[in-house]
Each structure stands twice: as C-alpha cells, then as structure tokens.
C-alpha cells in the first residue's frame, strides 16, 4: 500500500528525491516517515512529516540537506535529498502511522518495500 521509488546511483554532492506513493485507499490523518538502513546497520530515521504537512521533523545527519513534503491529492510524501554524501548510501524506507508523526520506527504501522540510494565518492 506504500510503495517507495526514485532511488539510484549518484555522484557525491548530487541529488535524488524519492517519492513515497500510497494506494489502495487514502490514509487520512497519517503520518509518513522516511528511515534507511545501510548494510549491517541499525534502521535509522531521517524524516516523517503529518498528514497536514504543516509539521515536519528532520535527522540532525540530513538535516540542511534533505527536505521533506508531502502531495496530498497525489496520496504522495517526497523525500528531497541535496548534497549527498557517501554515508547517505542506503536502503530507504516510507512508513506510515496513524496519528502525529515519529521518529520511531516501530510507531509505525505500514511500510513500502524500500529503494536503494548509492552515493560514489
């Protein structure tokens, strides 16, 4: 129901936004966050933001960098990422929550299949 894409490769210092679609139905009043998990790592959190749109809650990793917003009529939450760096290498998640938005990864309910972002120095 949550399906995660505009991932790829990209050179250090470039840009990707990802797009987190929602189908089936609308999720009124959720919360859409973002995490990644690099391999071996721990899943970390990078962005969520609520349903309205009007609060927003950004990593101190990407924060300056990475913008995220969210569509709506599109049932889509975008995930802006600028200046990459290698460490931003990873596999990226959209979640979705009912109720404010978190940086918890088990707060959330649905999950998308996630999208590889490589970043080469």
């Known amino acids: 129901q949550l399906q995660a894409s505009g991932g790829g490769l990209v050179q250090a210092g470039g840009s990707l936004r990802l797009s987190c679609a929602a189908s089936?139905?609308?999720?009124?009043?959720?919360?859409t966050g973002w995490f990644r998990q690099a391999p071996g790592e721990e899943r970390e959190f990078v962005a969520a933001?609520?349903?309205?749109?009007?609060?927003?809650y950004v990593a101190d990793s990407v924060k300056d960098r990475f913008i995220i917003s969210r569509h709506n009529a599109k049932n889509t939450v975008y995930l802006q990422m600028n200046s990459l760096k290698p460490e931003d290498t990873a596999v990226y998640y959209c979640?979705?929550?009912?109720?404010?938005?978190?940086?918890?990864?088990?707060?959330?309910?649905?999950w998308g299949q996630g999208t590889q972002v490589t970043v080469s120095s």
């Open positions: 979640a979705g929550r009912s109720g404010p938005g978190s940086s918890v990864d088990r707060d959330y309910t649905l």
């Open positions: 089936g139905r609308t999720f009124i009043n959720y919360a």
């Open positions: 933001i609520s349903w309205s749109g009007g609060s927003t």
